[in-house]
């Protein structure tokens, strides 16, 4: 099984900050990477595949990066609605796991 | 639009079956690859299963077996038949379409189970 390591855990900021999530698999899944975002109660929700490319409805602030084995989700300008619980997902190969998730609180 | 509605989730004992069911409109679930993904109360999410277009099917470790995934073209909806059920398969499951680089692109709201004596 390939391994994703995600970073932080977990994630205090304020809004307006920019903020960086990484995620790391234990082996290249080349940019078959997807970030999704989690609110309590509710399904995941798709933000970016394939890395680095954004999904239909998704504000602009939000962007992503990496192939191989590191990857990143960058937030530039932390919104009230974004405090939320973060993972990432490779597709390259099945099972296709799930980092751990990365929860993003307000200081 | 595209709509995914799971049911069939609820209280079963160790030891037991249960199928759920992911009835789909919008789209045509046997001409996408479907997922089956779930999330223990507090933790986070764990892949379970996929279907292929072609009919290829593939399980997490931790339920081959004893899971299967399967659906039914004329309902348009996909299925997971889950036997010898325990107590660490209890989860919300949501069942999930693949879009590009089979990102999960739309998802439902998710069905739980609970396997308690």
């Known amino acids: 099984d390939i391994q994703m390591t995600q970073s932080p855990s977990s994630l205090s900021a304020s809004v307006g900050d920019r903020v960086t999530i990484t995620c790391r698999a234990s082996?290249?899944?080349?940019?078959?990477l997807n970030w999704y975002q989690q609110k309590p109660g509710k399904a995941p929700k798709l933000l970016i595949y394939?890395?680095?490319s954004l999904q239909s409805g998704v504000p602009s602030r939000f962007s992503g990066s990496g192939s191989g084995t590191d990857f990143t989700l960058t937030i530039s300008s932390l919104q009230p609605e974004d405090f939320a619980t973060y993972f990432c997902q490779q597709t390259y190969s099945t099972p296709y796991t799930f980092g751990q998730g990365t929860k993003l609180e307000i200081k | 639009e595209v709509q995914l509605v799971e049911t069939g989730g609820g209280l079963i004992q160790p030891g037991g079956s249960l199928r759920l069911s992911c009835a789909a409109s919008?789209?045509?679930?046997?001409?996408?690859?479907m997922s089956w993904v779930r999330q223990a109360p507090g933790k986070g999410l764990e892949w379970v299963s996929v279907i292929y277009s072609g009919g290829t099917t593939y399980y997490a470790y931790s339920v081959k077996g004893r899971f299967t995934i399967s659906r039914d073209s004329s309902k348009n909806t996909l299925y997971l038949q889950m036997n010898s059920l325990r107590g660490e398969d209890t989860a919300v499951y949501y069942c999930?379409?693949?879009?590009?680089?089979?990102?999960?692109?739309?998802w439902g709201q998710g069905t739980l189970v609970t396997v308690s004596s």
């Open positions: 082996q290249s899944i080349s940019t078959f």
């Open positions: 394939a890395a680095s």
């Open positions: 999930a379409t693949s879009g590009s680089y089979h990102a999960l692109d739309y």
């Open positions: 919008g789209f045509t679930v046997s001409s996408n690859y």
